[in-house]
């Protein structure tokens, strides 16, 4: 049990009929805890004052773990020990972080696949180094709550997958948060503006951050917010703006080599001129390098808009394409939200109100924006909101989710961006006469093909009665929980066996391979279904040989010996067919066999028809 607190009067830090419950914005570069208290959104506070928490944790051979501002000063210091943007990391192999590009700075191992980083208090996971931001935070809001929480809301970015997310969460319960739901960021922004403000509408939300940058375009109704679409790029955020200068800083005092100190000194003198640059017109950058040469340099706002256009050009046009990729125009967009620290830069907020023709919403903080939102949430699922307060939260699939079927062709069961939680089932069938077990490919993509998209997961339903092939119903049920964590089962429905399985992937894509599978699977429409045409008609051949000689090996009788070496050659021309891959050609093949075949069949359907017959009166039948 835990002790009672007594306050002064007065000084009560939250009327104790609310039940304490905290929203946490996870992010790659700094990290926010924010409470509901009395009604009111507001972001926590550490001893010194800050809300920012630099999402930097640092460990030392003692055991002891330095989290936040402290740790972030020690980058340099003690870079093997000192993690920092570990959020790029959650739910990734070392193989996929290789392929992505991600820059990792530390001495990595991948033993079992799973990527670790190696420290002088050992092996950490990108789990167990989360879990340290999320324990500091929630130390933080149990101190200025002054009570036990009943759980937290923890934002994760629209496009993370499952194994993305399945990460944050286990980051979140090692770190002894009970987690009511997991939110979208953007999803979280635009709580936190349409609720206070009440707006409804599409609205666009602009997230640039440290490292990365997000756009989501949302759907507001009353009471209902709905992710219509996510774009992005995980490797464009505050950090490119601060190499820029760097560069411009290397190009006007002519240097060229640099030790690893002085270019950390120089980098992070580009970072606070950047952000000096948002409040004034210029920005003085003094520095004394280790040769005792010293650069002392003024950059005016002009001069940093030009060395930057291009990062801002980038941003827009992602823009354009998301919006595209949602069917809509820049004039359909009522709002949009700004959030990230990097969204305070003037020439991103002239570049935003230039395309939308608007000015953005900046009313609420960019950087605390998130927290908020996610405070709100967190509040009414703690169960303190107000009588007739009560709304749904609505967030998408990034891509298309099916199954495998004949020919290695992709069924999809739930369409990409479609709304969650949702739950679709569709209907498949046996393909060979007698099977009993059917294996279940789950795949993730845009394209037809299998080996074109993402395996998930795979199993296998037993125990369906033997029954001639396409008789049999498995109903399959893909279900999208409120998280984004999906489980799929299948059932037979005469007998009701089956089989499940949840998917939790042990390492995810990242939005870089989303756009390149979106985008593939623009580029190759005709050709994916050239592909699917000949497929299908592989598949139909080997049914209708699979069924044929079925029928030989039981009613072979029926046919004299021409009869039958007709049948046999129809048969090697179909396989001949099959193997010469040209679609038209086995079309013609399967018509001559269904055609060739027809008497016998006639023939076999009479013999059925007898044997049914035989012993019975006309009148039963
Ligand atoms: P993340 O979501 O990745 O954790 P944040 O939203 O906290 O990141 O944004 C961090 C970025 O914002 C950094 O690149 C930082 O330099 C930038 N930033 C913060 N304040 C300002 C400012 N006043 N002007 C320009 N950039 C800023
Ligand atoms: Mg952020």
């Known amino acids: 049990m835990s002790l009672l607190q007594i306050s002064e009067p007065g000084m009560s830090t939250a009327p104790h009929e609310e039940r304490l419950a905290i929203g946490i914005d996870l992010g790659t570069t700094n990290s926010l805890v924010a409470t509901v208290r009395n009604g009111a959104p507001e972001v926590l506070k550490d001893h010194e004052g800050r809300k920012l928490l630099p999402s930097v944790v640092r460990y030392l051979d003692n055991g002891e773990i330095v989290v936040g501002e402290d740790a972030k000063l020690k980058i340099s210091e003690d870079p093997l020990n000192t993690i920092s ?73 629209a496009y993370f997958d499952d194994a993305q997310r399945q990460a944050t969460k286990d980051a979140a319960k090692l770190a002894g948060l009970n987690v009511l739901r997991l939110l979208s960021e953007p999803t979280a922004a635009a709580l936190a503006y349409g609720l206070d403000k009440g707006s409804e509408g599409l609205y666009v939300v602009f997230d640039l951050g440290g490292g990365t940058f997000d756009v989501s375009i949302l759907r507001l109704t009353k009471g209902v917010f709905e992710v219509l679409a996510t774009g992005g790029n ?60 010293i650069v002392n340099l003024t950059i005016t706002r002009e001069i940093f808009s030009a060395i930057t256009a291009q990062l801002v050009s980038k941003c827009i046009d992602t823009t354009k394409n998301t919006l595209k990729d949602a069917g809509l125009k820049r004039h359909d967009i009522k709002g949009v939200v700004l959030v990230g620290g990097s969204t305070r830069m003037p020439n ?19 950087d605390e924006v998130v927290a908020v939102g996610a405070s709100m949430q967190a509040n009414l699922l703690a169960g303190n909101h107000a009588a007739g307060e009560d709304w749904l939260l609505l967030d998408v699939t990034p891509l ?156 072979s009788d029926l046919l004299n010996d021409e009869e039958r070496a007709q049948i046999d050659t129809l048969i090697d021309k179909l396989i001949q067919a099959k193997e010469q891959d040209v679609t038209e050609n086995i079309k013609k093949a399967i018509e001559a066999l269904s055609k060739g075949t027809e008497s016998f069949a006639a023939r076999r359907m009479n013999r059925t028809i007898l044997a049914a017959l035989q012993g019975k009166s006309v009148y039963e039948v």
């Open 234 to 293: 995980s490797q464009l955020g505050g950090d490119d703006f601060d190499q820029r200068i760097f560069c411009w800083i290397l190009e006007q005092a002519g240097l060229s080599l640099l030790n690893k100190s002085d270019s950390r000194l120089l980098l992070s003198k580009a970072k606070a001129s950047k952000e000096h640059l948002t409040e004034s017109q210029r920005a003085v950058i003094h520095a004394t390098l280790s040769d005792g040469k």
């Open 400 to 555: 298309s989710l099916g199954i495998e079927t004949m020919g290695g062709l992709v069924e999809k069961v739930i369409p990409r961006n479609t709304a969650i939680p949702v739950a679709m089932a569709q209907d498949f069938t046996t393909f060979k006469d007698g099977q009993t077990a059917m294996s279940i490919h789950v795949v993730q993509g845009e394209r037809d093909m299998v080996e074109d998209c993402r395996s998930l997961a795979k199993f296998t339903l037993r125990g369906i009665p033997p029954m001639v092939a396409g008789a049999a119903r498995i109903r399959v049920t893909f279900q999208v929980d409120a998280d984004g964590l999906l489980s799929v089962s299948a059932r037979e429905n005469t007998t009701g066996v089956e089989a499940s399985v949840t998917v939790k992937p042990s390492y995810g894509l990242s939005d870089e391979e989303i756009t390149r599978m979106l985008k593939e699977s623009h580029g190759k429409a005709a050709e994916d279904m050239k592909q699917r045409e000949l497929r299908e008609q592989k598949v139909e051949a080997d049914r209708l040989l699979e069924s044929t000689a079925s029928a030989l090996r039981t009613d």
């Open 348 to 366: 991103i907020r002239e570049a935003v109100e230039d395309f939308f023709d608007q000015p953005p919403l900046t009313d609420i903080d960019p």
């Open 85 to 157: 943007s570990v959020k790029r990391l959650m739910g990734r192999s070392a193989e996929e972080i290789k392929e992505e590009g991600t820059y990792v700075s530390y001495d990595i191992s991948d033993a079992d696949g799973m990527i670790k980083l190696k420290t002088t208090a050992g092996e950490k996971s990108p789990v167990e180094v989360s879990a340290d931001i999320l324990k500091n935070l929630k130390a933080r809001a149990e101190e200025a709550l002054g009570g036990e929480l009943v759980g937290a809301v923890v934002t994760v970015p």
